[in-house]
């Protein structure tokens, strides 16, 4: 009738965070985590869905789940930290989360940055890493600076090798904003491997430059894609950025690619690695926050260039199909 309001799409469920939250920690519990592990990880996934991530954000977390359940994930896991230098921290995430393993130590690494001016964290045996962006923008939060890379089972070509020689290594950029920080979290493949396995379940093709097959032929089938390895962006280039991700990643401990068992099948933790590098913003130039945040203003009024600015969900709308199946969870 008209001037009767739409109806709501019945594709999707509303949610207010809170109660996503809440959904989240049962199903962690349920999976097997602890308290404090289910804590860390229903944030990390909150915190995607807030910036409307769902790929990084509630569907990523059935990856843990099946992890918990399988015993990649240890659901009980003591994360150690160690601080052999003022400003070097390190965690043995002890086969559970990176999410975890970090809140252990956050507080007092960004105290570190903020008294040395810098402060670097290392994270090794641990499930890989997730949203990046959620570390880096925490700290960001703070006042800080910050850098993050973590490397992966081994799932992208590097320099034009015919099989996966490293992981998609993602890397994340934060910089303090009195408008919230701006980040930016990206992988070093061309897409991330998640958007392949969607394609894949959805029997679609995927662009040219995605991926090869398990013969290093270019293809764009999804299946031969997972069967095969993932292409870095930018050639020559995006395998460098790569390779240096993966080194920075493994500087505590942690497996380089080609020795990590996946993440998504067995019984072993992948043993990855995570580095991230924190600056306190007033380590040189006091005023350093407030011309990142003219610059920013400028680059937007004159070029049309919004960088690192994120959306700030209170709501948020999951796929029905992917609701129902977090409900059976918990």
């Not at 897409?191 to 398990?214: F, H, K, L, M």
């Not at 070029?303 to 600015?309: C, P």
């Amino acid at each position: 009738m008209k001037g009767m309001p739409e109806p709501p799409d019945s594709t999707t469920v509303s949610l207010p965070i809170t109660e996503l939250r809440d959904l989240c920690i049962a199903a962690i519990t349920a999976a097997g985590g602890s308290t404090a592990l289910a804590q860390s990880l229903a944030e990390a996934t909150v915190a995607a869905e807030h910036r409307g991530k769902t790929a990084v954000g509630t569907a990523h977390l059935f990856d843990y789940l099946d992890g918990l359940e399988a015993g990649r994930i240890n659901g009980q896991a003591q994360p150690r930290v160690t601080n052999r230098l003022p400003a070097a921290h390190h965690v043995d995430a002890d086969r559970g989360t990176s999410q975890l393993a970090f809140d252990a130590v956050v507080d007092d690494f960004a105290a570190s940055a903020a008294k040395l001016g810098i402060s670097v964290l290392n994270i090794s045996n641990a499930f890989t890493a997730g949203e990046l962006g959620y570390y880096t923008t925490r700290l960001a939060e703070r006042g800080l600076v910050a850098l993050a890379g973590a490397n992966s089972p081994a799932l992208m070509s590097l320099f034009s090798s015919p099989g996966s020689a490293t992981g998609t290594n993602p890397f994340s950029f934060a910089v303090p904003h009195a408008d919230g920080p701006r980040m930016f979290d990206q992988a070093t493949s061309a897409t991330a491997w998640v958007n392949v396995r969607d394609a894949a379940d959805r029997s679609e093709a995927i662009p040219e430059g995605w991926a090869q097959d398990p013969n290093g032929a270019a293809t764009v089938d999804a299946e031969a894609a997972l069967a095969g390895s993932l292409l870095p962006f930018g050639g020559v280039k995006g395998s460098n950025v790569a390779l240096m991700i993966e080194l920075l990643a493994v500087h505590g401990g942690g497996r380089f690619s080609v020795d990590a068992p996946a993440f998504d099948s067995g019984q072993e933790n992948p043993g990855t690695g995570l580095f991230v590098i924190a600056i306190a913003e007033d380590a040189f130039d006091p005023d350093y926050s407030k011309r990142v945040a003219e610059h920013l203003d400028r680059l937007h009024s004159q070029f049309g260039v919004d960088f690192g600015r994120k959306r700030s969900l209170d709501v948020v709308e999951l796929p029905r199909e992917l609701h129902s199946a977090l409900l059976s969870r918990g």
